[in-house]
């Protein structure tokens, strides 16, 4: 029983569906209320809080949830029942060494061209500390898109989010973090990217909303999953202090 072996762990889950808690059952997710989220995460992370964080990363802020505010029917027939059932894993990139995790800050940027009649974005990324980038096949990234050309037919340049799949558009996952030794998957996603517009999440009307898409999907990591890891934290704490006393 290969309890040792993160790969192991991770694959577990998603294929149990501990990665989809935010998609509709219409999709084969598993659609929970909030409090069972919170139940689940805090169960998990007061055994093992590096394993929390894998399983709270997908149940917050990431593709699976963007992908159910704002992508087109296409993308949610494609990609959520995939997360559901684990084929696909996801992460989402938006750290980076000049912004932190501010979306308004130094972001990446890119420009919208023109390349053999189709619109494509060309984006050099470089982000960091991005939960689950190792072992993801299914990455968000965020950046700051221009369009020099006004190429756009609908929306505005700006942030934007958009999809990619493992080993498409230039993308390179190479860099495994582990300053602490905790033992879950966390590294860098980077690369001179060549991105198609159809994979913008919601597709081109949505190129320059991301700002407004990241903000209003931060309540789940931010209002359940981050306060169930320290619910669990203390709950440990709790347990240990009155059976040593």
Known sequence: ????????????????????????????????????????LTKIASVDPALGVVTMVPNSL??????????????????????ANGEYVPCFG???PNNGSDATGSIDTGKLVL???????????????ITLAPVSNLIGVA????????LLDEGNAGVTLALIEKDTCGLIQETYHNPMNAGF???TLKGDLKIPIEN??????????????LMEC?????????PATANASSKVASFGIFNYI
């Open 1 to 40: 029983y290969p309890n040792n072996n993160n790969n192991y762990w991770v694959d577990y889950l998603a294929k149990n569906k501990f990665f989809s808690f935010l998609i509709d059952e219409k999709y084969e997710g598993i659609k929970l209320s909030t409090n069972e989220i919170s139940d689940v």
């Open 62 to 83: 990431g593709p699976g949830e963007l992908l159910t505010h704002y992508g087109t029917e296409e993308q949610k027939n494609k990609y959520l029942p995939k997360l």
């Open 94 to 96: 938006l750290t980076g």
């Open 115 to 129: 390349e053999d009649g189709k619109k494509m974005i060309e984006v050099k990324i470089n982000k960091r500390y």
């Open 143 to 150: 950046f700051r898109l221009e369009d020099p050309n006004n």
């Open 185 to 187: 998957p966390n590294g």
């Open 200 to 213: 913008v999440i919601g597709g081109e009307k949505n190129v320059g909303e991301g700002w407004k898409m």
């Open 218 to 226: 931060l309540s789940a990591g931010r209002g359940i999953s981050l």
